[in-house]
């Protein structure tokens, strides 16, 4: 009983310590990194361009950007390669990707769900 009493003792004081190191990080970034930590993993989405690879397909991402000088929207496509175990996938599908470790030379994403088929 006397080793829990003791136990009781210190924790307020070492809760004293780690909320004396707090206050160097502000309030609204605290609260906010439980919800979004600054280092997730990029999502895309894009439609399928091809499926000849075993276990890999190939993802064109279209992405809009405003040109610096002519302020023109310019689509500029990104193709893809993701990991994907499902063999039903097939040209003109749009899915989600997630960005992932190096699975081979030029692989660092893999499917995470299927958006809509092709029709």
């Known amino acids: 009983m006397s080793s829990s009493e003791s ?3 210190v924790a ?10 707090e206050p160097l990080v502000p309030e609204e970034l ?9 280092n997730r993993r990029k999502v895309r989405e894009g439609l399928v361009a091809s499926t000849a ?3 890999t397909v190939v993802v064109a991402v279209v992405e809009r950007v405003r040109h610096p000088r002519y302020a023109k929207t310019v689509q500029r496509t990104k193709r893809l390669l993701a990991h994907n175990e499902d063999p039903a ?3 003109g599908d749009r899915v989600r990707l997630a960005e992932t470790r190096p699975l081979s030379k030029r692989k660092r994403w893999r ?5 809509e088929r092709a029709k």
């Open 89 to 91: 996938l097939k040209v």
């Open 7 to 9: 136990n009781e003792t």
């Open 111 to 115: 499917v995470v769900e299927v958006l």
């Open 30 to 38: 605290r609260e906010g990194a439980d919800e979004d930590r600054p």
């Open 53 to 55: 690879m075993d276990k």
């Open 12 to 21: 307020p004081d070492e809760a004293a310590a780690v909320t004396s190191a």
